[in-house]
């Protein structure tokens, strides 16, 4: 008991009275434990983080309807995104295309959930305001040069039944344009630029179309945006065309395997880049600390000339460095997940989830980094004659 | 005899001096490839991101208009070659200021085909079409690229140079008509009738699977459209996106001369559309928003986080030359206490230690640029299987951090010694 306690004594009064010295070795420790936490919790996150990035791309999975069931209902469509975590579902946004005419023109318009477009297609360039009440639209640019229509005019649509089961009749007459042709009145508050075809539509909300065309509670297609992996995703498709017989889920190939590629190179750089850093500051660690106790080489000659044995001064040297390590290591867990916190907010604008179990890990490696280096040193001192030692060589 | 001390210095105490050497140069070197790996980092992810297929489409002047709203079909839509894009031109693209932004292109010319009975869309377009620059230089264009997410589930991609009448199905199409690899299909329109064989299956995961694609000189035969296409996909290396380029989007005559000179001399998606308009006659070329936008966004991401990951190597990497060069001071107090015992000044102390420590730092600094070099490239050749590219930049760079962080390491440890009266410092406490 009692010397155990000399043991400890020893120790603390030797890292206490060479204050300066272990501060910087301490240092040094701790910049490493730092870069291992922040690095490596960095590279967790990375996937997830990056992978919410690669969203903006858009929609990476949609539900069309399935051969037996032929039309999409938004119960069928809600009854599948059960099946996907809240968490991973960035945006779905239902569309439904019908053909309606403005000026005698034949225009396609596209009903859809306009918050859930906002996420599932990011990259919508949008010229004035979206859509928020009912009873307005969002143009697209090609559309809005055709019907040469800008931002605060006024549409008229008339969506008729009959006359798009003909469209080489279009409702000219007053006469056909009474029986059964909803007309409506909208305002454009937006013009859309996307460089794809979404600029010859015009889109409203689900609501509106379902009062211009009398008909609710169909869609054609639903576009989702998932933040999964490949593997993820192939199993969600399975999963739901088990479950939901009237939904067929697809993926878009374009996105889902361009993400997964450019993703797994990106993983790859961090990972690389945080195993060339380690190895580095291990390194560095590793002189700081043989540097410290190379330095202590009278100190051992004259504790050996005293009578003390070759384990006992490996011993105490050791539990030196290693408690040097430890609190090192604690120190730096937590200045590590400061600095991955500092990445994710500033790169990624969120913040990410401490590790807990990175805090022994960093203090582990750190006391093993640190006990490694001074074993050498502290052995070569204890095989030399303390009166070499002594003299000063 | 400054000169002598010096040297004898270094070489005595050699062990420690190598240890120096080599702290710096594990620092030097990891400055060094973590600052290449950052300034590279972006055109690297950008070559990746062309994964994502082409960010700029390029269409005649209304042609949109006039197919889709006025629904023209068979007869009339034929004589419409104003809505044509000429083939010809096709090589002006890489003549354009941002010529070397360019990666990839290929024209596109489609039409609606009969096979067996049904009617179905034939696309003509390149695949690893050859194309020798006037520039001179050489380059391999085409759907292999461009389509790279496209599984090929049966056969190959068609080879352009070997192949005389090859067609590849999509998937889909595939099935439904049951076609294999190997197979003699028959496609005619209104102008021709040709015998293709399917030489691949491919699976795209959109509306191509139900399509055909062929060659562009067959497609033009098949629709009566030699030397004529329909429009062109573009796939190039670009700036993301800021205030000055969405102003220069909307209109660029609206911009300051200054601003315009800035705008068209800097890599944006809407100036290379500029540029491919004032060469290609008759065209409106349009960014790829999907894609021209969250390249941007990723590109920004990947470089802030590099940026921020070399900060915390560079402090990790000072911290650590800076902790032994100081250790390494303060170890030789006997000696310093020496030399002023013996009459040296302050100044000739400070210029003897720290030429000791600069000479090393510049020896271990030199090694570990190449170390460095190394490291960066194993990174490069593994991650992105292309050489980073090195940037002469980083070597003043890291010299400066070098120099810098040896000096003031040094530096505070020096002025404690000699703030030390030379006998207690004998003495040694």
Known sequence: MTKRKMFFRMITASLIRRRSRMFVALLAIAVGATILCGLVTIYYDVPKQMG??????????????????????????????????????????????????????????????????????????????????????????????????KVG??????????????????????????????????????????????????????????AQTGDSGRVDVAELSVSASQDELNAYVEKITDKVPAVTPRLVKRV?????????????????????????????VATTMMAVVTERRKEIGLRKALGASNRSIVQEFMGESVMLGAVGGLIGSFLGFAFAQAVSVNVFNSTITFRPLLVPIAIIAAMAVTGLASLVPIRSATEVDPALVLKGE | MFFRMVKGA?????????????????????????????????DKVNQELKTYGANITVVPKQNSVIEDIYELEGDDADDIKSAYLQEDELGKIKTIFW????????????????????????????????????????????????????SITDGEWMDEQASEDGVMVGAILAKEQGLKVGDKVTVSTRHASKELTVEGIYDSGDDADEQLYTTLDIAQELSDSDGLISSIEVSALTTPDNELARKAAKDPNSLSIEDYETWYCTAYASSICYQIQEVITGAVASPVRQVAESEGAIMEKTRLLMILITILSLVGSALGISNLVTASVMERSKELGLLKAIGAKDGAITALVLTEIMITALVGGAIGYFVGYGFAQIIGHTVFDAAINMKPMVIPIVAILILVVTFFGSIPAIRTLLRMKPAEVLHGR
């Not at chain 2, 360019?102 to 194309?131: E, M, Q, R």
Request: hydrophobic share 45%; with cysteine; proline share 3%.
């Open chain 2, 99 to 150: 010529a070397f932004n360019i990666v990839d292109f290929a024209p596109f010319i489609d039409t609606t085909v009969d096979l067996n009975g049904s009617d179905v869309k034939l696309v003509g377009s390149w695949y690893n079409h050859h194309l020798s620059l006037p520039t001179g230089e050489e380059l391999d264009a085409g759907l292999t690229s461009l389509r790279s997410w496209w």
């Open chain 1, 153 to 210: 005019d006024r549409l008229t649509m008339t969506y008729s039944q009959q006359a798009m089961e003909n469209p080489d009749q279009p409702a000219e007459t007053d006469a056909a344009a009474a029986e059964g042709a909803i007309t409506k009145d909208y305002t454009v508050v937006g013009t859309l630029d996307t460089g794809g075809n979404e600029e010859e539509y015009i889109f409203m909300s689900l609501e509106d179309i379902a």
């Open chain 1, 256 to 284: 889902t395997q361009s993400e997964t590629t450019v993703l797994s190179k990106l993983q790859a750089l961090v990972l690389l880049v945080t195993i060339v850093v380690l190895l580095l500051m291990m390194i560095c």
């Open chain 1, 52 to 149: 919410e990035q690669f969203r903006s791309y858009g929609a990476n999975m949609i539900f069309v309807a399935s051969a037996e069931s032929e039309v999409l209902t938004e119960d069928s469509m809600k009854e599948a995104l059960s099946y996907i975590k809240d968490d991973q579902l960035v945006g779905v946004s239902p569309y439904r295309y019908e053909t309606v005419s403005v000026n005698e023109q034949p225009i396609i318009v596209a009903g859809t959930d306009i918050a859930g477009v906002q996420k599932t297609s990011p990259y919508w360039y949008i010229d004035g305001e979206w859509p928020a009440a009912s009873g307005e639209v969002l143009v697209g640019e090609e559309t809005a040069d055709l019907l040469s229509v």
């Open chain 2, 10 to 42: 270094l070489f005595r105490q050699k062990g420690k001096m190598v240890m120096i050497a080599f702290t710096i140069l594990l620092g030097a070197s990891l400055a060094t490839s973590m600052l290449n790996i950052m300034l590279d980092v972006g």
